[in-house]
Every structure is written in C-alpha cells, then in structure tokens.
C-alpha cells in the first residue's frame, strides 16, 4: 500500500514540475513575442508588395490557363464519347453484316427485259 502512496506523490511532484516549466516557457514566449512584434509587424509591411504581386501574376497566368484548360477537357471528353460510341457499336457489326448479307440474297431482282 505504501508503494501506491509514494507513487502517488512521485507522480504528484512530475505533474508540479511540468506545471513550472510550462508556466516559464510560457513567460519567456511572452517576452520574445513582446519583444519581436515590431520586428513581425515590419517583415508584414515588407511582404505586403511582394504578396500582392505573386498574386496579381497569378491571377494573370490563371485568367490565361483556364481557357486552355476548359478547352483541352472538352476534347478529351469528347474523345471519350466517340470512344464509347464505337465501343458500344462494335459488337453490331457481325449482325449488321449478317442482316445485309440476308438482305442481298432475298432482295428481288429486277425482271429481264
């Protein structure tokens, strides 16, 4: 029973330490945060420009790319509509051949002048 007791307490005192380490790593994120914002707030202003135009030459090579695209899916889906047509007229050609054979044989021949 005592074994538990002091296990308890070791586990207590584990908890207490992370608990005071946390409460200081958590000062010291507080000190350099406070110190490095104005430091943060200047890169932010730098990047503005920068940002805006990675954007703008984005929006231009997508108003370009779009068209394209929309256009090489229209093919594409085109193509595999006629693909799929000639895959599902394939299997009619033996009846098809067959019907046009039956047809020359019983067709009436025009009478001999």
Known sequence: MIELVL????IGA???TAAVVGVLLFLVKI???TVLLPLRLVLKLIWLPVGL???AVGLLLGTIAIPLLVVMIGGVLLAGLVAA???LLL???PFVLLGLLIWSLMR??????
């Open 91 to 93: 299997p009619l050609i």
């Open 85 to 87: 047509i000639v895959a």
């Open 7 to 10: 296990l308890t307490l070791l």
């Open 53 to 55: 135009t990675l954007g």
């Open 14 to 16: 584990a908890l207490a």
């Open 31 to 33: 000190a350099l945060w």
């Open 108 to 113: 009436r021949r025009p009478a001999v002048a």
